[in-house]
């Protein structure tokens, strides 16, 4: 009855790391290709849940907007924009806000996590799930791909679907999640290869941002932590850290896991990391080029924003009217 459609959101964080990249973005990009309903938008009204700098993040807007369309996403074919440009999720939020309980959101792991890092727990941050599930819901997604820690934020949204179908009327699709990250796709620190990349590892060595240029790149890979055996193979739970390295060299070169390793066959560690590292900087230069591109071009960039607004603003429209005809409003 419904048909397949896909909401991402995804925070202003500035750069992206090779894990969001190979993990999440890259994977949007496949969906548009295979020519699914993909809305992809930047979530800064998330943003402001935490103390943060205004100047900064309107930078890291547009630095995200620039990464996207670098990475392949196709305003075309995509709908890509940035939420506080549609109010209408702040207006379903409000309407999604008595649909659950206190306890409820109180209870979510993520809210526990981060109102223990501030003293006074700002109201943003609790009802934060509830503007994710209006972003689901506004424009009637089926399917949301998020990361492994996003899952409870999902059956919110579940729950307060079923909430207002119940209470209202059937208006809004199921959602299920689509995990992104498994075990071939997730990307693991290069200074710690027992977790995964990502923006709050310590050590900025660990990860690999798109906007790293190819001296850094290669620096971070040579000082990659392996062990001490030099031949290359992959066996991700003994030797996690030449496993991680094979990995991202067949995500980059799109060659199996088997031919990777067969051609690094007669290569120890110091020459393999070499050529992970040449493969890596011929993957993300046109990337890295493309977001410099965009980002020189700050106001072609805010065309296609606003021209993705404009799409999402039609289909959230359509929803709120609906709601509020429902609601008696
Ligand atoms: P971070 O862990 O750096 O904070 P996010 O939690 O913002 O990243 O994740 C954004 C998206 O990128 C999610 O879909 C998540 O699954 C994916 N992702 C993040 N880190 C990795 C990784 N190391 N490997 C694969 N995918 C990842
Ligand atoms: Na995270």
């Given at each position: 009855r419904w048909s397949r459609k896909i909401f991402s959101g995804i925070q202003p964080t500035g750069s992206l790391h090779l894990g969001n990249y190979l993990g999440a973005v890259r994977k949007w990009t496949h969906l548009q290709k295979a020519r699914e309903n993909v809305t992809l938008c930047i979530v800064d009204m998330h943003s402001i849940t935490m103390p943060h700098n205004p100047p900064m993040l309107r930078e890291n807007i547009f630095m995200m907007a620039a990464t996207l369309l670098a990475c392949g996403v196709d305003p075309a074919q995509s709908t890509l924009f940035v939420?506080?440009?549609?109010m209408e999720h702040a207006e379903l939020n409000w309407i999604l806000?008595?649909?659950?309980t206190m306890p409820r959101l109180a209870q979510l792991p993520q809210f526990k996590e981060k109102s223990r890092r501030v003293k006074d727990v700002p109201l943003g941050l609790y009802v934060y799930p509830v503007l994710q599930a209006a972003d689901i819901m506004l424009y009637k997604a089926t399917h949301v791909p998020v990361g492994a820690d996003q899952l409870q934020h999902i059956q919110l949204a579940q729950h307060l679907i079923r909430a207002f179908n119940t209470r209202y009327g059937e208006m809004f699709p199921e959602c299920s999640p689509m995990i992104e990250e498994n075990d071939a796709s997730r990307v693991l620190s290069l200074r710690e290869p027992s977790k995964k990349m990502s923006?709050?590892?310590?050590?900025?060595?660990g990860t690999i941002n798109l906007s790293d240029s190819p001296e850094l790149i290669r620096e971070k890979i040579k000082k990659a932590v392996t062990d001490f055996t030099s031949d290359i193979t992959y066996s991700p739970s003994m030797r996690p850290g030449v496993s991680n390295l094979v990995n991202i060299h067949s995500h980059v070169t799109d060659e199996s896991i088997a031919t990777v390793v067969e051609e690094a066959k007669l290569l120890d560690t110091a020459k393999y990391k070499e050529r992970v590292a040449d493969a890596v900087i011929e993957h993300l230069r046109p990337i890295r080029e493309k977001i410099n591109m965009h980002l020189a071009n700050e106001r072609e960039l805010c065309y296609v924003l606003e021209m993705g607004a404009e799409k999402a603003r039609k289909v959230a429209q359509h929803t709120m009217s609906e709601v509020k005809q429902r609601l008696g409003l």
């Open positions: 939420q506080s440009g549609v806000s008595s649909l659950t923006k709050s590892d310590q050590d900025p060595r």
